[in-house]
């Protein structure tokens, strides 16, 4: 990276840093006011996430598509598990997986695919199947045998909350872009990945599989993720958005998938029965990567 490339990116930093702090606490007369921006504040803001650059096929000298998980039970990808109870801190502050179902729910978020391949797309009434269980007790069974069709209290409804997402798996494309002589990454989609709700807290099944509820397209929902701030504990009053956060991959991901000639296999599926030596061809996955940007340098 240059010198002209060191400074734009302090510089947009900076700004960046200036436009999320938390506005108008200081100078508020009353807690409604706390961030509410003035017109100049407005009118000075640029309250948009950064454009992508525009990257033409022939400029990718090489790519490799893959998928990674990220554990939200590490330290370092703690910023996106929190917060869990939104009782008592500000709306502008939810979790990744409230971030993207309240966006989804409102419409913000339209791109919202089965799989990784973005082969059917889903609708709001199927992404809520995936979240919410209704069970019938047996004492209402009774009541309905009996002839009573009320039996609101004899209905139980399990919720998927975020408290029940365990990670998240992302899909992106690493490139050597030869205009610029370096490699770089692009994230194109999410899932968060959570117990099915249709097995979870059932005594009678002993079934422990984590699912990917929904995959989105991440370019579709930058601008939600952008809005939506993420604490920083070195500095309250700078907080960083989902966008920043994503982009600048700081986040501790394990690759369980790479697209590959064996129809895109994972990791799991030719390295069985050991957890230590997939996390070692995971490793081997990243290191060919990384090397890749120096092996183009060399003749």
Do not use: C
């Amino acid at each position: 990276m240059n010198k002209k490339n060191i400074g734009m990116f302090i510089v947009a930093l900076v700004l960046f840093q200036t436009a999320f702090a938390q506005s108008n606490l200081l100078n508020a007369r009353n807690p409604s006011d706390i961030g509410k921006k003035t017109i100049e504040q407005l009118a000075y803001d640029n309250d948009e996430p950064l454009e992508y650059g525009y990257i033409d096929d022939r400029d990718i000298l090489w790519s490799k598509v893959v998928w990674e998980y990220i554990d939200l039970n590490e330290r370092i990808n703690l910023p996106y598990y929190y917060p869990v109870d939104t009782t008592n801190v500000s709306m502008d502050r939810r979790s990744l997986f409230d971030t993207l179902l309240r966006n989804i729910k409102n419409g913000e978020i339209d791109e919202i695919y089965d799989d990784s391949y973005f082969t059917a797309k889903m609708a709001k009434s199927e992404i809520n199947v995936k979240l919410q269980r209704i069970d019938t007790t047996d004492a209402g069974f009774d009541e309905l045998n009996a002839g009573n069709t009320n039996i609101n209290e004899y209905i139980d409804r399990i919720n998927l909350t975020s408290q029940d997402v365990e990670g998240f798996k992302i899909k992106g494309l690493w490139y050597f872009d030869k205009r610029q002589g370096e490699l770089k990454y692009r994230l194109l989609a999410l899932a968060p990945v959570a117990p099915d709700v249709q097995t979870m807290g059932r005594e009678d099944m002993d079934i422990s599989e984590q699912l990917a509820l929904f995959w989105v397209w991440y370019p579709d929902a930058r601008k939600s993720l952008h809005k939506m701030k993420v604490f920083n504990q070195k500095n309250s009053a700078y907080p960083i958005s989902f966008d920043h956060l994503l982009n600048a991959r700081r986040f501790n991901a394990i690759i369980y998938r790479e697209e590959n000639i064996y129809g895109d296999r994972d990791v799991a599926h030719y390295v069985k029965g050991n957890a230590l030596f997939q996390v070692l061809e995971s490793n081997k996955i990243k290191d060919e990567i990384r090397n890749k940007e120096l092996d183009m340098w060399n003749y």
